[in-house]
């Protein structure tokens, strides 16, 4: 049994200059919201959900990126809306939300 039921790596790498990152693309602030948005729902914590910080997970072009494990699913998003996705569908009642997935 996981320690959490979904564990969220949000990459948050901030690159000068050169290949893209996913900081580029809002990740920070958007990674900061979906935290938010799992605490407001309860859903944080031990059995539950956890929001992480990652740096490089080497898919920058696909960026922003974030995986939940332990599904390994990967997603890219471009707004809280999208994030808002990802927590209803995937995080609340276990649906892989195909349109984000990479
Ligand atoms: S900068 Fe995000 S995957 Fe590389």
């Not at 790498?13 to 809002?26: A, L, Y």
């Not at 914590?45 to 490089?56: E, K, P, S, T």
Request: glycine content about 10%; overall charge positive; some cysteine.
């Amino acid at each position: 049994m996981s320690y959490y039921k979904h564990h969220l790596f949000f990459c948050c790498n901030q690159r000068d200059g050169g290949r893209t990152c996913c900081n580029d693309k809002g990740a920070t602030q958007l990674r900061d919201y979906c935290k938010s948005q799992v605490k407001k729902l309860g859903l944080a914590g031990q059995g539950q959900v956890r929001v992480n910080m990652a740096g490089c997970l080497d898919r920058c072009e696909e960026g922003p990126t974030v995986v939940v494990y332990p599904e390994g699913v990967w997603y890219r998003y471009a707004s809280q809306q999208d994030i808002d996705e990802i927590v209803d569908s995937h995080l609340l009642n276990g649906r892989v939300v195909e349109r984000l997935r990479i």
